[in-house]
């Protein structure tokens, strides 16, 4: 995290976890732009925070002395999203024989504990749903096998791309390191996208159906999120189960006045006289 903004999925997430995993190291990487309120919410869900360094495009341009999004394959600066590189801190944790690293806007529908079994040094989950032939995969969840080399390598091969043309984002980079035949492929329960896909193991909110949930202009009632008992069909009941999930959190973990703090609580939307929550298709 890289701000303040993903600290409302990332609860949700820490709760997920505590809910289904018999693993209850969590660590969650943060930068120093995040304030000390949003650390103390994460901690109080379980997460240990780590403060490394911001890592993306621009920290990357930074350091080649270049501005490199004119290259070939360059990425207008308004599309670049903040710190995503941040995530090649998990590959020096090297007290670990093994980290599941999830973004934040993921959550654990059931447990996963049998990823920490796998043998290989990496993996994660095809780019495109079954059926569709795409030599990609997603960087939302990855295995990891934590090892000094192997991230000075991909670090060399970042620094490296972006001096010949333009900085790689970190999915196309991690794609480029591992492919092809690097990867070990895991099955698509384990990082769901954009549709409803059984067994659903988990969910990323990825990108961009359904909306990122706590960005969104509309959100359940906290009455009509409790009501929800499915059944899950759509990607908008994945958005009412994470309310759902959400104001639990709140209540569960004491953080009531902390959320009404925040920019992110909105009264009328949240406990309206007549229901609003006219997202859902
Ligand atoms: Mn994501």
């Known amino acids: 995290m890289v701000s303040d903004d993903f600290v409302v999925p990332a609860l949700v997430l820490g709760d997920s976890i505590q809910t289904f995993s018999c693993h209850k190291t969590m660590i969650a990487l943060i930068s120093g732009n995040v304030s000390k309120d949003t650390q103390n ?17 621009n920290w990357m341009d930074a350091k080649v002395g270049e501005d490199r999004n004119s290259g070939l394959f360059g990425i207008p600066p308004r599309k670049r999203i903040k710190g995503t590189h941040t995530r090649f801190h998990a590959w020096t944790y090297t007290e670990f024989s093994k980290i599941i690293y999830v973004d934040a806007d993921y959550i654990l529908m059931t447990n996963i504990d049998e990823l920490f079994q796998i043998t290989e040094h990496f993996a994660a989950v095809p780019c495109s749903r079954p059926g569709v032939v795409d030599p990609c995969f997603n960087a939302g969840l990855l295995v990891i096998k934590p090892d000094l080399k192997t991230y000075q390598e991909i670090m060399k091969l970042w620094r490296e791309t972006t001096e010949k043309d333009t900085c790689p984002n970190d999915q196309v980079l991690l794609n480029d390191f591992y492919t092809p035949g690097g990867w070990k492929a895991i099955p698509y329960a384990f990082n769901i996208r954009r549709f409803v896909f059984r067994p659903l193991k988990s969910f990323h909110y990825a ?9 969104g202009e509309c959100r359940p009632s906290r009455k009509e999120a409790r009501a929800f008992a499915g059944p899950i069909i759509t990607v908008d009941d994945m958005a009412l189960v994470f309310w759902k999930n959400l104001y639990e959190v709140l209540q569960k973990y004491d953080l009531e006045d902390w959320w009404r703090s925040t920019s992110f609580f909105r009264p009328t939307q949240e406990f309206p006289i007549v229901s609003n929550y006219t997202c859902r298709a």
């Open 41 to 57: 919410a994460l901690q109080s869900v379980g997460w240990e925070t780590r403060l490394v360094e911001e890592m993306d495009c």
């Open 207 to 215: 990108c961009c159906r359904p909306q990122k949930p706590w960005i």
